[in-house]
């Protein structure tokens, strides 16, 4: 199982970005996939989950301005990140929860 992140950037505060997670060797449709991210000197922390049935959870911090996604046809999942600011500024890993698998992160920069 292989996970490829994409899509981070530098953005200013109230932007938005979309990232994504391409996975090969494993389909993300049966599968519980999460969104990750630790800024510097900080631990990695949870974001948001999709489950094998659809269901979704985000921390506290970013509901409503986080939307995870899963396109089957395209085995990839996302995240829609809108209002970012600067405290989310992060690396955000893609993880398989079932493999423990890892993507290589994506940095997230929120700055005026």
């Known amino acids: 199982v292989q996970l490829v992140e994409s899509g981070g950037g530098l953005v200013q505060p109230g932007g938005s970005l979309r990232l994504s997670c391409a996975a090969s060797g494993s389909s993300v449709s049966g599968n519980t996939m999460r969104w990750y991210r630790q800024a510097p000197g900080k631990q990695r922390e949870f974001v948001a989950q999709?489950?094998?049935?659809?269901?979704?959870n985000y921390v506290s911090s970013v509901k409503g301005r986080f939307t995870i996604s899963r396109d089957n046809a395209k085995n990839t999942i996302y995240l829609q990140m809108n209002s970012l600011k600067p405290e989310d500024t992060a690396v955000y890993y893609c993880?398989?929860?079932?493999?423990?698998?890892w993507g290589q992160g994506t940095q997230v920069t929120v700055s005026s």
């Open positions: 999709i489950t094998y049935s659809g269901t979704t």
């Open positions: 993880n398989r929860l079932a493999t423990n698998t």
